[in-house]
């Protein structure tokens, strides 16, 4: 589900809709000087796109989308832009790359966004990850063998803060579907001893689930998917491009100018940026709960990240937890997981674990940056936050 256009540098490639839906995303990237992702109407598209046909993703709801968004400018003349829209994993995707063999990657990005999407959703019943779901001893890819072996070591690293067994209590709760639900203590209960990486049993290309156990890959999906366009992006020997799978940010090399790239991590009190941050070559992750939650009838709010410990939606002391880092896949499993920690564990992690940079934004009012981000940054004038750099 993708249209291209090829456009002149300093203008963006304009971007279709599928068939049925409203031509809304083409404002949102029309300007070079300022792509901005998460506009109103992307979230309509995203809301339309839902209605129309598209079941959840890994129980992913798109709108979380954008909580990086990318801001770029500075095409020279000798340098083609190319630009795809792609909807895949309950998400409105936006690629672009510069150069002669733009085109070509952007193909094959696109492919294989939609191969993860069927290798990988837990809600196509084809899909490697519905056949272990289903029960029974499943040999599946290397790949899928690989990527899981990855989140147990995330599970691990993280005390189980990360964990893709959830899903049951991802299934209970159904946060991101039309039909959330806030279940009994009970109901939570019975299914927290389900939750666990000790239900996963991997042993070469065989992955077998414990009776009544489920995964649920919507915390680093699309972070795998993006290193896969990342590594697609380098085959093609693309310098200067950007990808944005949702809040799943990769820049590729600098700005065509030379200049780095600058990604902007969402206010999440209210519309535009509260921090922008200058990258290059670099994966930048953001998990929040601020934008896929359900509003019980009592005004009580649950969010879609779920505490593994409790079966509860976590109740952070953050707003946004942004991780950025040379692996996707890492970056979104550590965005997901340093969120369930809330402030103080996600410092202590990053203090044991390091490797990565990191952007807090805290309910407190402060933007917590670690400090190797501290010549890449830019506050926002007026956002009202305070800028503190992390205590090494
Ligand atoms: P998004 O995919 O919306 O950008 P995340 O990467 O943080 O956000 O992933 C959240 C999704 O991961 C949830 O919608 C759910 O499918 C799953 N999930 C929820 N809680 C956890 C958890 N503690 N560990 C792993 N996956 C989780
Ligand atoms: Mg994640």
Same mark, same amino acid.
């Not at 109103?40 to 129309?52: P, S």
């Not at 798109?62 to 630009?83: D, F, N, P, R, V």
């Not at 590594?231 to 100018?257: D, E, M, Q, W």
């Given at each position: 589900?993708?249209?291209?256009?090829?456009?002149?540098?300093?203008?963006?490639?304009?971007?279709?809709?599928?068939?049925?839906?409203?031509?809304?995303?083409?404002?949102?990237?029309?300007?070079?000087?300022?792509?901005?992702?998460?506009?109103?109407?992307?979230?309509?598209?995203?809301?339309?796109?839902?209605?129309?046909?598209?079941?959840?993703?890994?129980?992913?709801?798109?709108?979380?989308?954008?909580?990086?968004?990318?801001?770029?400018?500075?095409?020279?003349?000798?340098?083609?832009?190319?630009?795809?829209?792609?909807?895949?994993?309950?998400?409105?995707?936006?690629?672009?790359?510069?150069?002669?063999?733009?085109?070509?990657?952007?193909?094959?990005?696109?492919?294989?966004?939609?191969?993860?999407?069927?290798?990988?959703?837990?809600?196509?019943?084809?899909?490697?990850?519905?056949?272990?779901?289903?029960?029974?001893? @499943?040999?599946?890819?290397?790949?899928? *063998?690989?990527?899981?072996?990855?989140? $147990?070591? #995330?599970?691990? %690293?993280? +005390? /189980?803060?990360?964990?893709?067994?959830?899903?049951?209590?991802?299934?209970?709760?159904?946060?991101?579907?039309?039909?959330?639900?806030?279940?009994?203590?009970?109901?939570?209960?019975?299914?927290?001893?389900?939750?666990?990486?000790?239900?996963?049993?991997?042993?070469?290309?065989?992955?077998?689930?414990?009776?009544?156990?489920?995964?649920?890959?919507?915390?680093?999906?699309?972070?795998?998917?993006?290193?896969?366009?990342?590594?697609?992006?380098?085959?093609?020997?693309?310098?200067?491009?950007?990808?944005?799978?949702?809040?799943?940010?990769?820049?590729?090399?600098?700005?065509?100018?030379?200049?780095?790239?600058?990604?902007?991590?969402?206010?999440?009190?209210?519309?535009?940026?509260?921090?922008? @941050?200058?990258?290059?070559?670099?994966? *930048?992750?953001?998990?929040?709960?601020? $934008?896929? #939650?359900?509003? %019980?009838? +009592? /005004?009580?709010?649950?969010?879609?990240?779920?505490?593994?410990?409790?079966?509860?939606?976590?109740?952070?002391?953050?707003?946004?937890?942004?991780?950025?880092?040379?692996?996707?896949?890492?970056?979104?499993?550590?965005?997901?997981?340093?969120?369930?920690?809330?402030?103080?564990?996600?410092?202590?992690?990053?203090?044991?674990?390091?490797?990565?940079?990191?952007?807090?934004?805290?309910?407190?009012?402060?933007?917590?940056?670690?400090?190797?981000?501290?010549?890449?940054?830019?506050?926002?004038?007026?956002?009202?936050?305070?800028?503190?750099?992390?205590?090494?």
């Amino acid at each position: 589900m993708e249209t291209r256009r090829k456009a002149p540098c300093g203008q963006a490639a304009s971007v279709g809709v599928p068939v049925g839906c409203v031509r809304i995303a083409k404002a949102a990237l029309r300007y070079c000087t300022c792509v901005v992702l998460l506009s109103e109407n992307v979230r309509k598209y995203i809301y339309m796109m839902k209605k129309i046909s598209r079941r959840s993703f890994l129980q992913v709801c798109g709108i979380t989308a954008a909580t990086a968004a990318l801001t770029a400018c500075g095409g020279t003349a000798a340098q083609e832009m190319q630009s795809i829209q792609v909807f895949a994993m309950d998400t409105v995707m936006d690629l672009t790359a510069y150069g002669e063999n733009a085109a070509a990657a952007l193909t094959d990005a696109s492919r294989e966004i939609n191969r993860l999407e069927r290798l990988l959703s837990r809600t196509i019943d084809t899909s490697e990850i519905s056949q272990i779901n289903a029960g029974g001893a @499943v040999t599946v890819s290397e790949e899928t *063998a690989s990527l899981l072996a990855q989140a $147990q070591t #995330y599970t691990a %690293a993280t +005390d /189980g803060a990360f964990d893709v067994t959830i899903a049951p209590l991802v299934s209970l709760w159904g946060i991101t579907t039309d039909s959330p639900y806030v279940p009994t203590q009970q109901e939570i209960d019975a299914l927290l001893p389900l939750v666990g990486s000790e239900h996963l049993h991997l042993s070469g290309d065989t992955a077998t689930l414990d009776d009544g156990c489920a995964i649920d890959l919507g915390g680093i999906a699309k972070g795998y998917a993006s290193d896969r366009v990342a590594a697609i992006f380098a085959r093609h020997g693309i310098t200067s491009g950007t990808i944005s799978l949702g809040g799943n940010v990769y820049v590729c090399g600098s700005k065509p100018n030379g200049q780095p790239w600058v990604v902007a991590i969402q206010n999440p009190r209210s519309d535009g940026y509260a921090v922008t @941050v200058a990258l290059m070559d670099s994966f *930048a992750v953001t998990s929040g709960g601020y $934008q896929r #939650y359900y509003t %019980a009838p +009592d /005004g009580t709010v649950y969010q879609h990240i779920l505490d593994p410990k409790t079966g509860y939606p976590v109740e952070s002391d953050l707003l946004s937890v942004s991780i950025l880092c040379d692996n996707g896949t890492m970056a979104d499993a550590y965005s997901t997981a340093l969120y369930v920690m809330g402030s103080a564990g996600a410092q202590a992690f990053w203090r044991t674990h390091g490797g990565f940079e990191m952007i807090l934004i805290t309910t407190a009012g402060q933007v917590l940056y670690t400090p190797g981000l501290s010549e890449k940054i830019t506050p926002t004038e007026g956002s009202g936050y305070e800028y503190v750099s992390i205590h090494p």
